[in-house]
């Protein structure tokens, strides 16, 4: 965009800024703006209505009426003269017109004659583009008519502002929202001249006092208070300053800084001040408000997840109890980061962070996809979405476990439900830790979910890895019990840990999953081929079902089927797909997949 800026003016290259940042070029058409084109046609009797908008090189229409083409060469837009004027344009012949007699769109198709536009202009003044009617015949306007288009003009504006501005706020506030912030923040890296700025990420509230906030007033006003609180600390930022409220509890704004001393100044006197007692509801309360802040340089560190960044500091004021920390790169080392995590999962389940995805599995010997496994999704409203491969580990540690794997396991019956309510009845798999394991009476658990969700436990497997399963014998005990119910239980990531057989012949496993490295190589690697089979023939001596995992191509599905692989999962398969993608995904794809078998 900016190399295509390079010969505009200055004015013309922020009114191409402000369109850009509308995002409605070559946007899909939208009944808000044809009801207002439809009404301009049929209120001043023309064939024709279009809204407008210029770019550098051409007026994209965002809706038309009685036009076919789509856009026109910039050359060639009526709307080019429109929004240079203050006011509504008139040609009311352009035959005659000078400005347009030889112009292409009156010489030839569509013969325009007449053609009145009103410009659109946004509140910091450009002009976008504009709405206006066509005649094929000459014809005048009045100043009745010119003040009625003018009016239609402004419901385009007020349309265009709505349409950018939803997702930009967020819901409680109204304040600018983590999309604004992050499309400031890139704006900014874009346009600012040198110069350092400090990022400021304040929480408002501590995570006990949301919760006691939350029994004590209810939901609403624990959203009111977010409105009051967030105010109060806009107005203490100062109204030269944008604040964003950038999750629940969470605000953000950016000041010029100096030094990092002066910007600690100012903002230990704001904290000092968002601590102070004030009164809500008739109560007084005294906010655990803490500061996380960063000094960067928006144009060098471009690209840097800056709001990230903030909330590493953020948590290590929680940490310290301080009210501010700067952040510092040691912030960024992994047990910091695991610890933030463990922190942030109680409050990220509360509030609808987490997700489960499924990844088919494909059944060899029958052909179809028997089982889905299900897998978590985290995202996080600041940090952004995490992979389990990094909170799992994280939170296995601690006895959050306990709660993330109930949560799992009552989302994936759930749902499991809903599809046998429409018909189809497939196994889910739901992943546990050695420490779900190990906990006393959690056989029992998996049995109440399974009750409370109506889902007969045959439906359900159990993913638990060999390293897990070879803890003790309390674990024996518990997956003796889950079996019993008619779980079946899956051996993950087969083949990388200890592989102490003896042990496992004395559990209730009925399926192998070799593991991904295993099955990655064995297209280039002979040695990696000959292990797979020979794993594969092992496991079945046993009577072990044997799954391979992390097929991605062709070739590899191709060989593990001719080594007799009883089932397969990967992408080549499907990757994990959403829950409302299964039924369409058994419908349409599977065929495709399955005629390579
Ligand atoms: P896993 O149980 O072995 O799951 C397989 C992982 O491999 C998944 O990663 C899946 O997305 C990925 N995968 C599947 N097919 C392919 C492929 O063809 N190529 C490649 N490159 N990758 C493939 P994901 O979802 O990131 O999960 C990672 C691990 O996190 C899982 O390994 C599992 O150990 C753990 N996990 C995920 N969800 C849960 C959960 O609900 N509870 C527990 N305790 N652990 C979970
Ligand atoms: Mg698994
Ligand atoms: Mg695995």
Known sequence: MLELLKGASEA?????????????????ATEDFDRITRLAAALFNVPTALI????????????????????????????????????????????????????????????????AGAPLITLSGHALGSLCIIDTKPRQLSDGE???????????????????????????????NRAQLRSDLHDLALTADSGA??????????????????????????????????GRLASLVGSDTTVYHVSETRFAFILNAGQQDEASVKLESLMAQMHEPFKFAGVAFTLEARCGALMFDPAADRGHDL?????????????????????????????RRAYAL?????????????????????????????????????????????????FVPAIEKTAAIHQLTEWVLNAALAQNADWQRQGVFITVAVNVSAKNLEAPGFADKVREACDRHHVDPRWLHIECTENSVLTGSRTTETLQSIGKLGVQISLDDFGVGYSNIACLNRLPVSLLKLDR??????????????????LIDFGHCLGYRMLAEGVENAETYKMLVEAGCDAIQGYFVSKPIEASELLPFLRTQMPARLLLS
């Not at 013309?12 to 899909?28: G, I, M, Q, W, Y």
């Not at 770019?55 to 003269?81: I, L």
């Not at 408002?204 to 977010?226: C, D, F, N, Y």
């Not at 995805?357 to 409203?381: C, F, I, M």
């Open 12 to 28: 013309e290259r922020e009114r191409l800024l402000a369109l850009e940042a509308t995002k409605l070029v070559d946007s899909p």
């Open 52 to 115: 407008s908008l210029v770019t550098h090189d051409r007026q994209w229409f965002k809706s038309r009426v009685g036009m076919e083409a789509a856009e026109t060469e910039r050359g060639a837009a009526f709307c080019d003269h429109t929004i240079r004027s203050p006011d509504v344009l008139v040609v009311e012949d352009a035959a005659k017109d000078r400005r347009f007699k030889f112009n292409r769109l009156v010489c030839n198709q569509p013969g325009i004659r007449f053609y």
């Open 146 to 176: 010119a003040a009625q288009l003018k009016d239609l003009a402004a419901l385009v504006m007020a349309q265009i502002e709505r349409t950018v501005s939803v997702g930009r706020v967020h819901e409680v506030t109204h304040m600018p």
């Open 197 to 230: 700025r400090v990022l400021a990420l304040v929480d408002i509230m501590s995570g006990s006092q949301v919760q006691a906030a939350l029994l004590a007033l209810g939901l609403s006003a624990l959203e009111r208070s977010v409105r009051v609180i967030g």
């Open 307 to 335: 709001l990230r960044m903030a909330t590493s500091a953020l948590v290590q004021a929680a940490t310290e109890s301080a009210m501010l920390r700067w952040y510092a790169s040691e912030m960024d080392t992994p047990h």
């Open 342 to 390: 463990v922190q942030m999962l109680p409050e990220s389940l509360e509030s609808g962070e987490f997700r489960l995805v499924y990844q088919p599995k494909l059944d060899v010997t029958k052909n179809r996809v028997s089982g889905v496994e299900a897998l978590l999704r985290w995202s996080h409203p600041v940090m952004g979405s995490i992979s389990p491969a990094e």
């Open 517 to 534: 490295s295993l099955i990655a190589p064995i297209a280039t690697d002979f040695r990696a081929w000959t292990l797979a089979q020979s």
